[in-house]
């Protein structure tokens, strides 16, 4: 598996959760990263982005709840996610992306639920 996410679950509204996405080295190096979003019913959407100087992006519906971060020395991205809402329920997938040549790799998807 070149890239792996974990950390989701159930939690409250309100609560918070971070997820993690290992990569291999050569799936991650140089890479942009990022994480996406898929809810039932609805378009898979981007969720936010980190460029390999730490340049970060962030939809709008989770700007100044949700920090996208990389450790580039672990090969990890990661994505800590603040005052969860109900409709940030969804299945979280993580992306890499080569700058130049778009070339992109996907993870398996891990499962965030948002209850009330």
């Known amino acids: 598996v070149q890239l792996q996410a974990s950390g989701g679950g159930l939690v409250q509204a309100g609560g918070s959760l971070r997820l993690s996405c290992a990569a291999s080295?050569?799936?991650?190096?140089?890479?942009?990263m990022g994480w996406y979003r898929q809810a039932p019913g609805k378009q898979r959407e981007l969720v936010a982005t980190?460029?390999?100087?730490?340049?970060?992006y962030y939809a709008a519906s989770v700007k100044g709840r949700f920090t996208i971060s990389r450790d580039n020395a672990k090969n990890t991205v990661y994505l800590q996610m603040n005052s969860l809402r109900l409709e940030d329920t969804a299945v979280y997938s993580c992306?890499?992306?080569?700058?130049?040549?778009?070339?992109?790799?996907w993870g398996q998807g891990t499962q965030v639920t948002v209850s009330s």
């Open positions: 980190i460029t390999i100087d730490g340049s970060t």
């Open positions: 992306n890499a992306r080569h700058p130049i040549l778009g070339t992109t790799s």
């Open positions: 080295r050569n799936i991650f190096s140089g890479r942009i």
